[in-house]
């Protein structure tokens, strides 16, 4: 066997391993790579149902149809510390009843648990931060100047 032969089939080797992993046949997990938090797909799903359960669809699109909790799992995921993901996802568990109810036990839920509660502090704050900053909001609520304050030279300046 010759050199090019050889190499030419490492890469074919190297290659087929790289399709094989990414086409994995696990569908239980989330739709996005995590490093530290490990959701579901359930998980994602519910996470969804509760985004859209604060933020629901109105005039505007609601957190669900912006993929809102795509941006929760991520920012828990990044910006939280250990015990307060361990706390999420175990509120998150206690919840999972919820996937099949309708929107109203959805609401009824988070508004019976306690203010002081990680999971549901931590679901309304990203919920909302994710909503405010969404390409959405940011083009079509938000009036975005690219400098801000504009010159105006014929201001009147009382004294």
């Known amino acids: 066997m010759d050199r090019r032969s050889a190499i030419k089939q490492l890469f074919v080797l190297a290659g087929g391993m790289m399709i094989a992993t990414s086409c994995s046949t696990n569908t ?16 994602e799903a519910l996470l969804s149902d509760l985004v859209d359960a604060i933020i629901p669809k109105t005039d505007s699109p609601g957190a669900k149809e912006l993929n809102i909790h795509l941006f929760v799992m991520k920012m828990v995921d990044d910006c939280h510390s250990p015990e307060d993901q ?19 036990d959805r609401v009824a839920y988070l508004s019976a648990l306690d203010k002081d509660d990680v999971f549901l502090n931590i679901l309304k704050q990203r919920t909302i931060q994710g909503y405010l900053n969404s390409e959405y909001v940011m083009k079509n609520k938000l009036v975005y100047e690219l400098v801000p304050g504009r010159y105006d030279g014929a201001v009147k300046v009382e004294a």
């Open 28 to 43: 239980n997990t989330a739709s996005i790579a995590l490093n530290n938090v490990k959701f579901t797909a359930g998980d």
């Open 86 to 104: 361990e706390l999420f996802l175990q509120g998150l568990s206690k919840a999972s009843g919820l996937s099949d109810k309708p929107m109203e």
